[in-house]
């Protein structure tokens, strides 16, 4: 599809390229200083948790069903704990551990578990000629990080309106043996906020895969719906379980984005040998995590239904935004053919794409108006958008007013950049 620039006389795209030139300096003589770059709450929804932290106090009682929360020891974490993990991730309280805060570190750390002792019967993946992950893209960034650090090979592939294009995912799993694992965000995909299909879900679950193949099911966004019809996700632990591949999928999950972000419980879970055998690692280095911090939390947040209470007091604050990201680019764009977006039921992104060659250069314009934008091409493996036209909009943070800002700066540079790319051509 071309766009409205491409169609356009050489004379009137020249005239049309001039007018954008002059609302590009008005821009930037408002000197604006906006961020869109990282999924952060706003202020708003942080102050939604602070009764948390009037919970526990000089004269509260520190234990959790017999355990003593003050001392040493339940490194697995604390039964009010496991059990809140084992609704999140979708498998008994038994097949987790609550750990510290981040679930990116949990991921970190089992990775490297498996980097340098293999998975139980078979190679280290650090003693293998080759080891490689598949990644969705556009996918998230940190996830790409850290096999990139231990010299894992990442493989892009590419997301569907159902999740990982998954012909794709079969065909290289199927050829490819030295492929040892696959990140998913399996609901409201950071960052198109796909949610990935009842038939996606059963694929990746039932595939035929090496023995030491896993997914990581960072499940990051299980509870962030803007309505309260948001979309449902297939337990995939069942699906694993009765097709015999139990072993391949590691949960994660944390709350992060429900109470205090760096300061919540970060929640591992899978089949009962993955755990054991993660933790006989994790706890060479960590007698236990901050179990009173866990504990204010399930007091706080007892069960899956007060954590969806709560998510919904997060949404009166979400919805406007996400709704100003929609009104905004159908406004500006909608009729120009210089750009797609995507329209998510929740989670924390909106996934942007500009003409082919266009992302950096829209966000480099965007960042000498005054917004900063997640960089251009970070939504792939290296950095290396193969199109360069991904961006990754971050609609959270801002305030409303703030956020319009920064999406009327966006339409502006693709705009003239679309223009630009179709001058360039001729």
């Known amino acids: 599809m071309q766009t ?15 007018q954008l030139e002059r609302e590009v300096e008005e821009t930037r003589a408002k000197e604006l200083k906006l961020d869109m770059a990282r999924g952060k709450p706003s202020p708003e929804q942080v102050d939604i948790s602070r009764p948390m932290l009037d919970i526990l106090n000089s004269g509260s009682d520190l234990t959790d069903e017999g355990i003593d929360c003050s001392n040493y020891g339940c490194f697995e974490g604390i039964p ?6 084992g609704e999140f991730i979708g498998v008994p309280p038994e097949q987790t551990i609550v750990l510290g805060s981040s679930s990116l570190n949990i991921m970190q750390s089992i990775l490297i578990h498996y980097w340098e002792k293999g998975v139980p019967g078979y190679t280290p993946w650090s003693k293998l000629d080759h080891a490689k992950f598949l990644c969705p893209a556009p996918g998230y960034d940190r996830h790409f990080g850290i096999t990139a650090d231990l010299g894992i090979e990442n493989i892009p592939v590419p997301m569907t309106e159902a999740g990982p294009d998954m012909d794709v995912v079969e ?21 198109t906020g796909v949610t990935y299909s009842d ?32 979309d449902v996700l297939a337990n995939i632990f069942d699906i694993a379980r009765a097709a015999g591949n139990e072993d391949r999928i590691l949960g994660v999950a944390s709350t992060s984005k429900i109470t205090f972000p760096g300061a919540g419980i970060a929640f591992f879970g899978s089949s009962p040998s993955n755990v ?28 899956l239904d007060a954590v969806r209470a709560h998510m919904r007091k997060h949404a009166e604050f979400l919805r406007p935004r996400f709704a100003a990201v929609e009104r905004k680019l159908t406004e500006g764009l909608a009729e120009t053919g210089c750009a797609t977006w995507t329209h998510p039921n929740g989670g924390y992104f909106v996934s942007f794409d500009g003409p082919e060659g266009s992302a950096k250069r829209i966000a480099a314009l965007c960042a000498e108006l005054g917004v900063k934008l997640t960089p251009a091409g970070a939504t792939w493996p290296y950095g290396k958008d193969p199109h360069d036209t991904n961006i990754r909009i971050a609609p959270t943070y801002p305030s409303v007013e703030e956020l319009e800002a920064a999406l009327d700066v966006l339409v502006l540079a693709t705009k003239l950049v679309s223009a630009q790319l179709a001058l360039e051509e001729r």
């Not at 409205?4 to 001039?18: F, G, N, R, V, W």
Request: with cysteine.
């Open 4 to 18: 409205m620039y491409q169609q356009m006389e050489t004379e009137e795209l020249k005239a049309a390229i001039e």
């Open 80 to 85: 009010s704990a496991r059990r809140l993990a």
């Open 171 to 191: 065909r290289l799993v199927a050829e490819d043996d030295s492929i040892k694992g696959m990140f998913c965000v399996p609901k409201y995909s950071n960052p």
């Open 199 to 230: 038939e996606t879900v059963r694929r990746l679950a039932t595939m035929q895969a090496a023995p030491d193949f896993r997914i990581v099911w960072d499940n990051a966004y299980a509870v962030h719906d803007l309505t309260d019809e948001g």
């Open 276 to 303: 054991a055998e993660v933790a006989s690692t994790l706890k060479v280095g960590l007698i236990s995590a901050n179990k009173l911090n866990q504990l204010m939390h399930t007091r706080f947040l007892p069960d």
